[in-house]
């Protein structure tokens, strides 16, 4: 009998199927799936749960490299398991009393997610790859709010040597999965760099810094803080240490602005519209 609290098959299908952080759920057709979420709390926390693993699979594709010889490796394993099989089963002929049946008896297994459906033998390499790399990616830790901002003014005061060494803007484009927030100055002055271990994690960081004048740096990762303002405060977060930093989420991506001063100087780099934020 099924439990009138377990979600519908399709409607699990359905939020399964859209892309993270897209308007799928806006095409008549999820219309099931956008209704069912928004009258369902514990389904709504579910679909941003799987929003964020399917971010993490995507980075971890795009991060890690298959080692090298591993699909050789890999091939000759399944080479060996197939000859065993074969060895097993014509084993289990030979012992069969003559004229018995030989039967294969399937039972339906557990649903699996499409996540995890690979096809092919380049598929079999590709999942061994992305099941190390989501592990590592699932592995690494979330921060609360004030313990991420201390963090990031750990890292701005730990990199004041790569300011400078990044590529322009105007001559390079940065990473489009790692953009400069449109709620921060900018113009042809603005560095980026690639970071390796920010918060645990890749991603860029941008050196709004002028010429002349006070070093301010943001910071762009993929992260799976929820809660976070779409936009940065006019005052910081967090002063100390004549540091000024503010964090915000567009999407996947966690913003987070380090400059050197109060919050005055903090203002300074903050592009956003005239008048009180509401």
């Not at 740096?217 to 929820?226: A, D, M, S």
Request: net charge negative; aromatic share 6%; proline share 9%.
């Amino acid at each position: 009998m099924k439990n009138p609290h377990e979600p519908d098959p399709a409607i699990l299908e359905a939020i399964e199927a859209c892309r993270p952080y897209s308007d799928d759920l806006a095409d008549p057709a999820m219309a099931a799936a956008a209704a069912a979420l928004a009258g369902n709390a514990e389904l709504a926390s579910l679909f941003q749960r799987i929003e964020r693993l399917d971010v993490r699979i995507a980075d971890a594709f795009e991060d890690v490299a298959v080692p090298g010889g591993l699909a050789d490796r890999i091939c000759r394993r399944l080479g060996d398991a197939r000859v065993e099989d074969e060895r097993e089963h014509d084993a289990a002929v030979e012992t069969t009393a003559p004229g018995e049946p030989i039967a294969a008896v399937g039972e339906p297994g557990p649903r699996v997610s499409r996540r995890w459906l690979l096809v092919g033998s380049g598929g079999i390499v590709a999942a061994a790859a992305m099941f190390t790399a989501a592990m590592l990616q699932l592995r690494q830790p979330d921060y609360d709010k004030p313990a991420m901002l201390e963090l990031a003014m750990q890292s701005f005061d730990g990199d004041w040597s790569e300011v400078g060494k990044g590529e322009s803007i105007v001559d390079a484009a940065p990473p489009r999965d790692y953009a400069l927030s449109p709620h921060v100055l900018q113009g042809g002055w603005v560095r980026w760099r690639p970071v390796s271990d920010f918060l645990g994690r890749r991603g860029v960081a941008y050196d709004l810094t002028r010429p002349g004048g006070p070093r301010a740096t943001l910071y762009v990762v993929k992260y799976p803080l929820i809660g976070l303002p779409s936009r940065p405060s006019r005052t910081p977060a967090l002063t100390t240490h004549d540091r000024s930093t503010s964090a915000w989420q567009g999407g996947p991506l966690l913003f987070v602005l380090v400059v050197e001063g109060g919050p005055h100087t903090y203002r300074g780099f903050l592009n956003l519209p005239s008048g009180p934020l509401t």
